[in-house]
Every structure is written in structure tokens, then in C-alpha cells.
């Protein structure tokens, strides 16, 4: 019972003539330790859903629990609620901005209200965390690459030790390799730590991989919620609001269609490999996973 | 006919390690690059990030000049300052984030943009609007304010905008990667429609290896240089070659390699799942 919304509606420029509704009557529930991931259109309302999370908006109806608790409520210290769900957006290299990377990432430390010393043993964890060695420690962010400054963004939010992790698209515009260092990483702390995990993706096939409950998103309201698998069973529906399934899945319909008797909700590679294997009357011997 | 066609093209950036300094340290991020791009052809560039992608892309219409080597597009170098303008018309540029290169608040605005910068008559700028709207789908939208559009939709503006200054090439630089999979669907279909009907020359790059498999050619680059090239079928076969290089094979290509490592007797390089079900029953 992590987070959760109830009737959730936001409306940007109430009263304006510009006056769009974003979300409309949202309810969900993300619990504790979960890797949940979100998709939608562009436009379809997940940005401003994720911002509700930590309270960087504000619902213009229904109401946002943390740990139980109605964080717009009278008292309630959002400003301490940010600490435990850390958000990281889209882009975040672009808010890199301190002249080396230790001090980018004492930065949500520091207003922690930490000593110098304690803002530098979080930062170091969360950098050796993230793959960060020491001998970055001084460079500016600037001479990094693209996965590096990701990962060093990433780490800034994690030297606060957040219970839960929102990330929205952190893997846009990075090569494949720098994709699975990412989600890798986002997948080990997941594990490792037990931290709640909500992953913003246009990629079908990453989703599909990594998460274990998938909420899709159409025109501010949740059109699905379920596992990948559950999710994506729903292929045609979800091209006519914008999204697709992962490649494997298509091949696994068409497979089916011909005869084959495929489990046809395969949606990684993994999946597809081993039913099409077994059709075969195979095992599979290559023992990697 | 070559369109754009590159000897020995290297560029050096300057880093500036010392502020009081100007003394910059040269790091390359070409080195002697030499392609040579028909006319009508449709071309991928892969690679991953800092491999040198977007530093080729920009010298294609004269963004910047090499430190070494030349570049000439459809004969013209890039170092001839008389032919700038119209290097810049021929080959015109899409980047990756849509918002950064529509400037007018109503779409057929935006898309009259470039050719009013070129002097054209005013007649004619209305013809070249209509018929790239047209072929871009985005005719509905014409009279729509661009930030109430989705990502693929405007993205088919600045392709629009491109196209009505009539270029012979186009340039694009990771376009869907900011959009979700029906407007990198609507983007890509755009795009190759542009290349089969106009016999425009496209340019692509992108870190999404299933939008390539329709290209004639491919380029993969890796520190500055070109390391791999040829068909999509010739080099999705070297599986191993491109995880090494920090890239990767479309999906169900990777499908087809593992199914084939456990024994079934595939052929190399499937690409599509239509190849793939063939393949399969074909084993039946």
C-alpha cells in the first residue's frame, strides 16, 4: 500500500480556455517492493500521473495516500515525502548542473540537511551503485557520455535512499548497450534493495522484460493493468491507442494462426525461444538465461 | 549519380580543459570516413552513442566542415562558401526533438517557413504547402496550432517543412526517439513513402534496430569510423560483431540467432516475423 490514488482527476488550466483534463477518475494502488511499469501515447497522462506521486502536483480531484497517509492532508510534510519517492524525469542530463560530479550528486543530500561528510559517503554509495568509480568523482559532468550522465542523474536520486524510484523514460535516445545498463541497474536495485520501482517506457520491448505489473495509460484514464504477459494478450487493442506489442508476441499470433502450437502471450525473446523449442520437440540446451 | 559522397572526412572537436587557456586539445570524432550515397538511396547509420553519428550527419549539409578530407553534395564541397545555401536546400535535416524545430504557432505557417526564407513567389509557397502536407498526411491539421499535436505528428511537420524546400536529401537524426510506437510507425512510414514516390535520398539515423531493416544500405559506426556496411540481410547476420559494439540485432532477428544456436536449421538474418513464420514452417 505504497502509493495509492483514489479517483484521481487533474485538470491543466482549469477555467481557461485552454483548460485540458489530463487524468480522469484514477484508481490504483502501487505496493511496496513492486516493479511496475507505465505506457501510454504521448499525451495519454503519464507524465502528470507520476508528478502526483511525490506530490510535485497537485490532484484537482480525489485523493494521493503515501503509506497510507492523504499527502495533500492538513501537516502532512510533502517536502519529506520527496525524499522517499525520488523521481528522476525525462532527460535528466539536462539537469545536471554543479561543476563535478561528487557535488552533483551531495546535492539531494545536502538539503537532507546532512553533514558534508555523511553527503559524500551517500553519494559514493549511490555512484559505486550505479558503476561510478572514484576517478569520476572530479570530472565534470560534462566530459561523461550519454549512459554516464544518466547513471550519475540516477545516482543523485538514489543518495537520498528513496523507498520508491520514478523514473519516466530513462532510457530515450541511448544505444542499445546503454538501454540494458540501465534497466540492468534499475533491475539490481529492484532486487538488491527491494525498492519500489515505476518505470515510464515507449519500449514495448523493455517493458516486457523487466517489469512485473504493467498499467497502460489512454487519454487520462487506465485502459489496462496486469502483468506484461496479461497486457499485451490485448495487442489490438493497444495499436489503436497508440502502442503496439513487443515483436516477438506478433510472431507468436502468427504462429499460432498457422498451426503451431505456441504459447502466443510470449513476449521476450526468452519466452519465444523456449515454446517455439519445445514445438520442436526440443529442450533448451544452451543453459543461458 | 552520387548525392552525397565523403573522402577521407575527419573532424576534430577542441575541448578546452583550461579555462584561461584558448588553447583547446583536439579529441577526433571522425576519422577519414569515405562513403559514397547514390541518389534515391535509402541508407541507415547505426552506432552507439558517441561513435560519431550525428558529427557525420551534421557535415552532410554543412552544419560543420571537416578538419581533414571532403564532403560534396551532388558535386558541390561543403568548403565553398557560394554553395552553402544551396547544400543547406538540398539536403534538409530532422532532429530528435520535435520541439525544438517548429517555430510557428499554426502548422501550414511552420511549414511555409523555409521556402519563404528562400524567396520563392508566394503562389508558389501555398503549392508547396498543400502538396507537402499532403504527402506527409498532415492536411487536417493545417490550420491546428503545432503544441496540440502528438510526437509523430509533428514530426511530420518538420518533415513537411523540410519537404517544401524541395531538398534532394534528407538527413535524419534519431527523429523517433522521443515518440511512441504508432508515431515512430507513422514517421518511418513518411519517410520511406517520400523515398519510393519523390525518389528522395533519406539519411537515417537511430538506436532502433527494427527501423532499419527496410533500408538499402547500412553504415555501423564505431569511434569515429565507418566499421561495418552492407545490406540489412548481410550485416544482421553478424550478431556477435554488433553486440560488441554495443548495439544490438532487431528482436526477431536475435530470435531466429538463439533458435538457430539450440539447433533448429534456420537461415541466417531473419528479419521479419512474416520470413521467420516461413522459415519455421518450412521446418514443420
Known amino acids: ?47 502528470t500521473l507520476i508528478q502526483l506521486f511525490n506530490a510535485l502536483m497537485q490532484p484537482t480531484t480525489g485523493k494521493v495516500y503515501y503509506q497510507g497517509k492523504d499527502i495533500w492532508g492538513p501537516g502532512y510534510n510533502r517536502r519529506e515525502l520527496r525524499f522517499h519517492v525520488g523521481l528522476v524525469f525525462q532527460y535528466p542530463e539536462h539537469q545536471l548542473f554543479e561543476t563535478d560530479v561528487m557535488s552533483d550528486v551531495c546535492f539531494g543530500p545536502k538539503n537532507q540537511g546532512l553533514s558534508k561528510e555523511e553527503c559524500e559517503h551517500q553519494a559514493s554509495l549511490a555512484l559505486s551503485a550505479v558503476g561510478i568509480g572514484e576517478d569520476y568523482y572530479k570530472k565534470s559532468p560534462f566530459e561523461l557520455s550519454g549512459g554516464e550522465k544518466r547513471r550519475v542523474c540516477i545516482a543523485g536520486v538514489l543518495a537520498m535512499n528513496p523507498d520508491v524510484l520514478i523514473m519516466d523514460e530513462p532510457t530515450a535516445g541511448l544505444d542499445p548497450a546503454g538501454r540494458d545498463e540501465i534497466l540492468d541497474l534499475i533491475s539490481r536495485m529492484h532486487k538488491n534493495r527491494g525498492i519500489t520501482v515505476v518505470l515510464v517506457s515507449h519500449s514495448m520491448e523493455d517493458v516486457a522484460r523487466y517489469v512485473e505489473r504493467l498499467i497502460v495509460m489512454n487519454d487520462g484514464e487506465k ?14 487493442e493497444l495499436e489503436k491507442i497508440g502502442l503496439s506489442a513487443p515483436q516477438v508476441t506478433y510472431l507468436m499470433h502468427d504462429l499460432k494462426a498457422k ?29 543461458e538465461s | ?47 552507439h552513442n558517441g561513435s560519431g553519428k550525428s558529427t557525420l550527419a551534421k557535415h552532410l549539409n554543412a552544419l560543420l566542415l571537416p578538419t581533414e578530407g571532403t564532403v560534396w553534395i551532388e558535386g558541390m564541397d561543403t568548403k565553398d562558401d557560394d554553395k552553402l545555401w544551396d547544400i543547406r536546400q538540398r539536403a534538409g535535416m530532422i532532429f530528435q526533438n ?19 526564407n528562400m524567396g520563392v513567389p508566394t503562389q508558389e509557397i501555398w503549392d508547396r504547402v498543400n502538396s507537402a502536407l499532403e504527402r506527409t498526411g498532415m492536411t487536417a491539421y493545417r490550420e491546428h496550432s503545432p503544441n496540440r499535436l502528438s510526437g509523430g505528428q509533428k514530426q511530420r511537420v518538420a518533415i513537411a517543412g523540410v519537404l517544401a524546400m524541395q531538398p534532394k536529401c534528407i538527413i535524419m537524426d534519431e527523429p523517433t526517439a522521443m515518440l511512441d510506437p504508432v508515431g515512430r510507425k507513422e514517421v518511418l512510414a513518411a519517410v520511406h513513402q517520400l523515398n519510393r514516390e519523390l525518389g528522395i535520398t533519406v539519411i537515417l539515423i537511430t538506436h532502433y534496430m527494427e527501423e532499419v531493416i527496410d533500408s538499402d544500405r547500412l553504415f555501423v559506426m564505431n569511434k569515429g569510423r565507418v566499421v561495418m556496411s552492407g545490406t540489412p540481410k548481410e550485416l544482421f547476420a553478424r550478431v556477435e560483431e554488433f553486440e560488441e559494439l554495443g548495439l544490438a540485432v532487431p528482436q526477431i532477428t536475435m530470435l531466429g540467432y538463439e533458435l538457430k544456436k539450440a539447433g533448429l536449421d534456420l537461415p541466417d538474418a531473419i528479419l521479419t516475423r512474416e520470413e521467420m513464420t516461413e522459415a519455421l514452417c518450412r521446418l514443420r
Not at chain 1, 485502459?223 to 489490438?236: H, K, Q
Not at chain 1, 498451426?259 to 519466452?271: C, I, K, P, R
Open chain 2, 98 to 116: 520535435p520541439d525544438n524545430q517548429i517555430i510557428a504557432s499554426v502548422v501550414e505557417e511552420d511549414v511555409a517557413f523555409g521556402p519563404e
Open chain 1, 223 to 236: 485502459a489496462y493493468d496486469g502483468t506484461p504477459r496479461e497486457v499485451f494478450r490485448n495487442y489490438e
Open chain 1, 259 to 287: 498451426g503451431f502450437d505456441v504459447d502466443e502471450d510470449a513476449s521476450t525473446v526468452e519466452e519465444a525461444k523456449t515454446s517455439i523449442l519445445k514445438v520442436f520437440g526440443m529442450t533448451d540446451s544452451s543453459g
Open chain 1, 1 to 47: 500500500m505504497s502509493i495509492t490514488l483514489e479517483n484521481v482527476g487533474f485538470v491543466y488550466g482549469a477555467g481557461s480556455v485552454y483548460e485540458k483534463t489530463a487524468l480522469k477518475d484514477v484508481n490504483l494502488t502501487i505496493e511496496d517492493g513492486e516493479f511496475v511499469g507505465i505506457i501510454g501515447h504521448t499525451g495519454s497522462g503519464k507524465s
Open chain 2, 1 to 47: 549519380m552520387s548525392m552525397v559522397r565523403t573522402d577521407a572526412l575527419s573532424h576534430d572537436y577542441l575541448i578546452y580543459e583550461d579555462e584561461e587557456s584558448d588553447q583547446g586539445t583536439p579529441v577526433r570524432a571522425l576519422s577519414e570516413v569515405t562513403i559514397d550515397i547514390r541518389e534515391g538511396e535509402f541508407v541507415s547509420i547505426l552506432g
